[in-house]
């Protein structure tokens, strides 16, 4: 959605070069999420060496719960049956703990983070519309295998329902989506008559059994939490579950989609009032929105110089960034948000090469859009990319030159970053006096050549057509 016109876009970006300084201030961290979407937790536990050795700082995995383990479609594990224990096709209690476990390094530099998914909002739509949870059938079940149940459990007491109709919000479904009272409090439905998903009312039980929960995973080792569905919650029932105990020391996220940043109707209505009223963090689609626009035919470049400037990107200290998330090619509605791959490959140059933000890759094992995102965690170019991001912890950043075309930003005197969108050769001369080594090697870490040697006041950057460089110091 275009909120700003371009030429009250480009005054404002012009306004804004004026008045900021040339580097801005360092928040950069070597800390990128993989992603593992609809991983078995086996799966990851067996590549935790190699997702150690890539540079991954946190792993994003299935919601640890209970769901219908004899469905493996992925949207089932979004549909919770029971949150005191942890069974679904993807894995149990077991195969979480022995994942975190596999995960852990007796060297800090090498530790990987696991960050749960968590699925707050609701409670699964099955037994036409029941609102008793788990129910009969799953009791029964823990009753006559205690063992493996047992053994599965994170809190609770399984001899007993967990969640029972007066738990829940009347069973409206939600109409309209502008509709902040709706989108609390209704419920998410498929329309055909469809009674949705039963939406949790935030009383005193249900907050309990969900603070109960969340500390259950932090005790297993969990370091972060995304908030699945964060939009169909209110802020109070939010910050009610989420005390300063269980905040503490982890990473929390929460996933509220918008089309745009500051003047977007979702955004003001629900991004802004999460980033205020709670200290977590956010999947950055006012960012994501503006790299589609300039990437975008028509688009320019230059609306990535600093898109915070005028609310078109978050804070660096509350972003998740991203160039795709697991929603966009599973989801109908969002499809229209997927990136022409090159395009993609050249927002991941930019997301992983500038400062600020966790960036996420998104890594899939459903195969959908035959098997795009497949092992994309270790795809040639994301793992070079990866590389740059590390090396570049901690340094600062400056934008140098950009066009409609092209834009090119240093980190610190380590490292140049350059992306041509356009079909032709890009230059930019750009004054090196204070902003590089001279005498020395950069190399382009994508291309494992391309070097560039700096030996006077002034550098002439070449960008080929439809690529990135990522240069950095030898």
Request: with cysteine.
């Amino acid at each position: 959605m275009q909120v700003i016109s371009t030429v009250i876009r480009r005054q404002l970006l012009k306004l804004m070069l004026v008045l900021t300084p040339a580097v801005l201030s360092s928040t950069a961290s070597a800390d990128a999420i993989l992603h593992a979407f609809d991983w078995h937790y086996d799966e990851v536990a067996a590549k935790a060496s190699e997702i150690k050795n890539l540079g991954y700082k946190a792993v994003l995995v299935a919601p640890p719960l209970k769901s219908n383990a004899g469905n493996c479609a992925w949207w089932q594990r979004y549909q919770p049956q029971d949150i005191r224990v942890i069974d679904h096709c993807k894995g149990n209690k077991q195969s979480f703990v022995n994942m975190i476990n596999a995960l852990n390094d007796a060297n800090p530099a090498r530790k990987v983070d696991v960050y749960a998914d968590i699925v707050l909002n609701h409670m699964a739509n099955e037994r036409s519309g029941a609102t008793d949870f788990p129910g009969q059938a799953a009791l029964n079940s823990y009753g006559s295998n205690s063992s493996y149940w047992n053994n599965q459990r994170l809190f609770g007491n399984l001899t007993q329902g967990l969640f029972s109709p007066w738990d829940f919000n009347p069973a409206n479904c939600i109409s309209n989506y502008n509709d902040v009272w709706q989108v609390q409090n209704y419920r998410l439905c498929g329309g055909s008559g469809d009674t949705g998903l039963p939406d949790l009312n935030p009383n005193s039980w249900v907050v309990q059994q969900q603070r109960a929960y969340l500390s259950a995973l932090k005790a297993l080792g969990v370091k972060g939490f995304r908030v699945d569905a964060a939009k169909h919650m209110t802020i109070w029932h939010i910050n009610e579950i989420f005390t300063s105990s269980i905040k503490d020391g982890m990473y929390v996220f929460g996933e509220i989609i918008t089309s745009g940043g500051a003047g977007n109707n979702e955004y003001d209505s629900f991004l802004a009032p999460y980033l205020s009223y709670t200290d977590h963090k956010a999947y950055d689609f006012p960012l994501f929105s503006s790299i589609r626009s300039a990437f975008g035919f028509g688009g320019s470049l230059s609306q990535l110089v600093n898109p915070a400037s005028y609310g078109q990107a978050l804070q660096n200290s509350r972003a998740v960034t991203f160039t795709v998330t697991h929603d966009i090619p599973t989801n109908d509605g969002f499809r229209y948000l997927i990136m022409d791959p090159t395009d993609e490959y050249l927002a991941y140059a930019y997301v992983m090469g500038r400062d600020g933000g966790k960036p996420l890759i998104f890594s899939d094992s459903t195969g959908t859009d035959n098997g795009r995102w497949v092992n994309a965690y270790k795809a040639s170019h994301i793992s070079k990319m990866l590389n740059f991001h590390n090396r570049m912890q901690g340094q600062g950043m400056e934008m140098l030159a950009w066009n409609d075309c092209a834009i090119l930003f240093r980190r610190g005197q380590e490292g140049v970053v350059g992306i041509n969108k356009c079909g032709s050769t890009q230059s930019f001369n750009v004054n090196t006096n204070g902003r590089f080594y001279w005498y020395r090697n950069y190399r382009d870490v994508l291309s494992g050549g391309n070097l560039v040697y700096i030996s006077g006041s002034s550098y002439n950057f070449s960008l080929p057509a439809r690529q990135a460089r990522m240069w950095y110091a030898d």
